[in-house]
């Protein structure tokens, strides 16, 4: 018994389910196949949570058009998809002359690129856009266009609005094998053969190795790992715009930033890792990255850090986007996504769509998509339990006090078309146990409901 | 909806806020006791060990026999517990938003409030500690004894304990309810926090003690698989399943902020009467500092809960003439940091902790470079409590900011 599929999507990260959700507006039967129990696990789940404009990344490059194109169409569709984005613009800081010629060379080649939003700004400027900066800039770069996003909710978004339109999905299901058949692929997994006219491998960290079940050995995944501190929410009114170091085109270095979330986050730290499953932060990371936050930000030591984190960049052998249509394979390879896959998501999707489509003969583009809207989990939003008279009084009943979320919108949460198979996906999708004690109140409560509604 | 307008509203029912409720209704006025858990107790509820209330009923009880006794001495006709109420700002007035899931968004301005929102652990990432984040098995006492007490299957067979406070000891027994055999406990500090008897009993029952060592690694993915501990000896990793944070207490005091708190204990700054910085709002128990026994929390819950009702029928200026009372070198904090003239309420008891072990001790009050009270002491430990009789303020002119010191 082989499930029969014109497209079939290997891996359910922002750039999978972003790709997914692309083919749900074409007549496609088209499936999405992640490896986990939950979408979103894997090098999506641990980010800076930024969406880039692509301005600091290589000029001319494919990584720099799509994720230009990312960031447009994620301003233009985010809003109908409840996902946020907080415009703090970004500030580029320097702190010696001799930076600020690198500076200055930067803001030139991005002008000359076309990116011309960028500003060379002074010491008083950055002064009245970063009032709790230590002192000593000389000059930053500032980028109005860029903020930050909803790391955990993207993702989810443009899966939930796949499958509502049309799309399968299969978690739990590591695709194991790759065999031609026909003109197509059977793809093994624990849960069944699938059988696709054309396969995308949007595997992430793992991309190689989904690759080399089919043969190819065009790249070798580079994982590099990146760690985060999370300050807790009274450190918020600290900065209200994203401050970076100029990047280098290996490392954008160690930024700060607020999160949609009310935090302000440090990170990340680079390090070449063997093992991509290797998510793991370290004492140096962590105290590299604290006395960074104090040199940066110095009245931060007076403020608690609520969790600290890790993520895997999907790098390869070259510090660039891998994406490898095989028209004649009927295999498209969607690797190496390594640091703007966030902001890329939507411009890649668009890119692959534009190489797979000419090939499928039923391609016809649906009339009309069934709109999809996730909660915000943003702490600018309204949330649900400030309507005065909500339908389900659980909204009204907070179990997770230190981030305010409700019983109802946890079995809200439970009750998606997508629902999460783990705690950690349940906190990704409700903030729940979150926040600054991670669970000495909540966890009990919400496992009990977790289990109960999970069954 | 008459309980709402109650004149006192106390926010938090642990033994703080339920004994101030009683003082409050023994002084004949109305309270509206908010609590955000389904159940009025506080943290007691979910204790089950013995050890709870002793310095307030005399009695050794269980934390949820203790929470009963506490709820049964409350005068229905002048108390009223909203639970699954959430307190969500207190500003000045007081006024209160109230989110409560029978009655929604509600805005309370009473004549006075008690804020009694007790404590929280730090978990494990506001410690730094490094490794994998394992979706399961990495807890503190409080999510551990809510599993337990919730019925909640905590799926693990071996635990590693870190710290040795009382609270760590605790876990001992609740880990026994949960089927978790304690493999081993480890502190950074160089002796065992809570009193030695303790350790020598978890040795005696075969549990290894890890001393001056740090957890440097976890791993795991869906459960805790190992922990490095790194000590005196090198590092060593042992296997286990849990690992549970506790102690490292730090007031949940997140309706209060900035210039209102005290940095060094995280919670209200007060005077001796309970009198937070915003006029009308009270605070006793744990929220004034981390960590003080239930007994303790409710004696300072019943004299501040009289003070409140005391203040109802004089509303006096508030906090006239306060002086400053300051931690100076040796002493961590001290609390309440502020000192009002006498006014007919009653005063808690001053407390205040060292920054490090001293054996003897001598504390001195000094103001204005004159000393004004000195306390001989045979010991004091780190941030182990040392109570100030009361008369040490006796000859202390009123306004007159003044500092605690050790030798
Ligand atoms: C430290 C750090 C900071 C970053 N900061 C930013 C930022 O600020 N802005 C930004 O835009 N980007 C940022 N990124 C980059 C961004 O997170 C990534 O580019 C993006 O998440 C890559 O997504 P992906 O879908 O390609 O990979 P992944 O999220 O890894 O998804 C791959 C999926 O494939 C699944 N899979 C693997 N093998 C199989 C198999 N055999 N069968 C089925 N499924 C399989 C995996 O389980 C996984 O879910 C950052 C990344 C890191 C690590
Ligand atoms: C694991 C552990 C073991 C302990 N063992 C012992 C022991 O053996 N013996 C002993 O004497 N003591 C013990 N204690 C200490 C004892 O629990 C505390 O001293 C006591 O609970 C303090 O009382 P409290 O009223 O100040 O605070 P809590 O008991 O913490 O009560 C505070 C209440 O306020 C509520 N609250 C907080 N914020 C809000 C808000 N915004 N809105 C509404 N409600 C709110 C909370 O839900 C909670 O119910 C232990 C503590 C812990 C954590």
């Known amino acids: 018994m082989t499930d029969a599929y014109d497209i079939a999507v290997v891996g359910a990260g922002v750039v999978g389910c972003a790709i997914a959700r692309e083919f749900s507006r074409y007549e496609l039967r088209t499936i999405l196949i992640e490896a986990r129990s939950d979408l979103g696990d894997g090098a999506s789940k641990g980010n800076s949570a930024i969406l880039s404009t692509g301005a600091d990344t290589p000029s001319g490059t494919l990584e720099c058009r799509l994720v230009t194109r990312g960031h447009a169409r994620y301003l233009a569709e985010a809003p109908a998809l409840g996902l946020p984005f907080l415009a703090t613009g970004s500030l580029t800081v320097v702190w010696n002359e001799e930076e600020l010629v690198r500076l200055r060379a930067m803001h030139d080649e991005m002008h000359a690129a076309g990116f011309r939003t960028g500003e060379l700004v002074g010491p008083d400027f950055i002064r009245a856009k970063a009032p709790h900066l230590a002192p000593g800039a000389v000059g930053a770069i500032w980028e109005p266009e860029e903020g930050i996003v909803d790391p955990f909710s993207t993702p989810y978004a443009y899966a939930l609005d796949a499958v509502t339109n049309g799309v399968a999905y299969r978690a739990s299901a590591p695709v194991a094998s790759a065999t031609r058949h026909g003109g197509g692929w059977i793809l093994d997994t624990p849960q069944g053969a699938i059988s696709a006219d054309i396969v995308i491998n949007c595997a992430g960290l793992w991309a190689d190795r989904v690759e080399a079940l089919a043969g190819y050995a065009d790249f070798v995944g580079r994982p590099r790992r990146g760690q985060f501190l999370v300050y807790d929410k009274s450190a918020r009114p600290l900065l209200d715009t994203i401050v970076k170091p100029v990047p280098s085109p290996t490392y954008r270095g160690i930024l700060i930033a607020p999160t949609v979330f009310g935090n302000i986050l440090v990170g990340p730290t680079a390090e070449e890792i063997d093992d991509p499953d290797d998510w793991r932060t370290t004492r140096e990371g962590l105290a590299t990255l604290e006395a960074a936050a104090h040199r940066l930000i110095p009245a931060l030591a007076r403020h608690e850090i609520t969790a600290t984190y890790c993520g895997v960049r999907p790098g390869t052998d070259r510090p660039e986007y891998r994406i490898i249509p095989r028209p004649d394979a009927n295999w498209v390879t969607v690797g190496g996504i390594r640091s703007t896959g966030l902001s890329g998501a939507l411009g890649i999707a668009e890119h692959v769509a534009g190489l797979v489509l000419p090939e499928m003969k039923r391609a016809a583009r649906k009339a009309r998509a069934v709109p999809v809207r996730v909660p915000s989990l943003c702490a600018a939003d309204a949330r649900p339990w400030q309507a005065m008279m909500p339908a389900d009084r659980a909204m009204h009943e907070i179990v997770c006090h230190c981030e305010g979320v409700t019983l109802g919108e946890i079995r809200a949460a439970m009750a998606s078309p997508l629902p999460p198979r783990s705690l950690k996906a349940l906190k990704r999708r409700t903030r729940a146990m979150f926040g600054r004690c991670q669970g000495f109140h909540c966890a009990a409560r919400v496992q009990a409901i977790f289990d109960g509604a999970a069954g | ?407």
């Open chain 2, 1 to 407: 909806m008459k309980q709402l307008d109650a004149p006192v509203v106390v926010i938090g029912a642990g033994p703080a806020g339920l004994a101030a409720a009683k003082a409050l209704a023994d002084g004949g006025v109305g309270v509206l006791v908010v609590e955000r858990d389904e159940a009025p107790g506080g943290l007691p509820r979910f204790c089950r060990h013995p050890g709870f209330g002793w310095a307030y009923t005399r009695r050794f009880e269980s934390g949820p026999a203790f929470a009963r006794r506490m709820l049964a001495a409350l005068d229905p006709a002048r108390v009223a517990i909203e639970t699954r109420t959430s307190v969500l700002s207190l500003e000045a007035g007081p006024t209160l938003h109230l989110l409560s899931a029978e009655h929604g968004n509600l805005h309370l301005r009473p004549r006075a409030v008690v804020l009694a929102t007790g404590i929280r652990e730090r978990p494990r990432s506001a410690r730094l500690v490094p490794g994998r984040r394992p979706e399961r098995g990495v807890l503190t006492t409080g999510q551990l004894q809510q599993m337990v007490a919730r019925g909640v299957p905590v799926r693990g067979r071996r635990a590693i304990v870190v710290g040795t406070e009382h609270v760590s000891f605790s876990v001992l027994l609740t880990a026994r309810h949960a089927g978790l055999k304690v493999v081993a406990m480890a502190g950074p500090e160089d002796r065992v926090m809570s009193h030695a008897a303790a350790g020598l009993l978890a040795r005696a029952a075969g549990i290894p003690i890890h001393l001056s060592t740090t957890v440097e690694d976890i791993e795991g993915s869906v459960h805790v698989e190992a922990v490095t501990l790194r000590g005196p000896d090198g590092t060593h990793r042992i296997a286990c399943d849990t690992v549970v944070f506790t102690g490292d207490f730090v007031p949940d005091c997140t309706l209060f902020r900035g210039d209102d708190v005290d940095p060094a204990t995280g919670g209200p700054l007060v005077d001796q009467f309970g009198r937070t910085n915003l006029p009308g709002v009270f605070a006793a128990g744990n929220v004034l500092r981390a960590v003080e026994t239930s007994g303790w929390a409710a004696n300072e819950g019943a004299r501040v809960g009289a003070n409140a009702a005391a203040y109802l029928d004089a509303p006096a200026a508030w906090r006239e003439n306060a002086a400053r009372i300051a931690a100076g070198p040796g002493v961590a904090y001290v609390v309440p940091q502020f000192h009002a003239p006498a006014n007919g309420m009653a005063a808690l008891p001053v407390s205040l902790r060292a920054d490090r072990d001293m054996r003897p001790a001598r504390l001195h009050l000094d103001a204005d470079g004159a000393e004004y009270w000195r306390g001989n002491l045979p010991s004091a430990r780190r941030l182990r409590r040392v109570a100030v009789e009361a008369d040490a303020f006796a000859t202390l002119p009123a306004g007159r900011p003044a500092e605690f010191r050790f030798d």
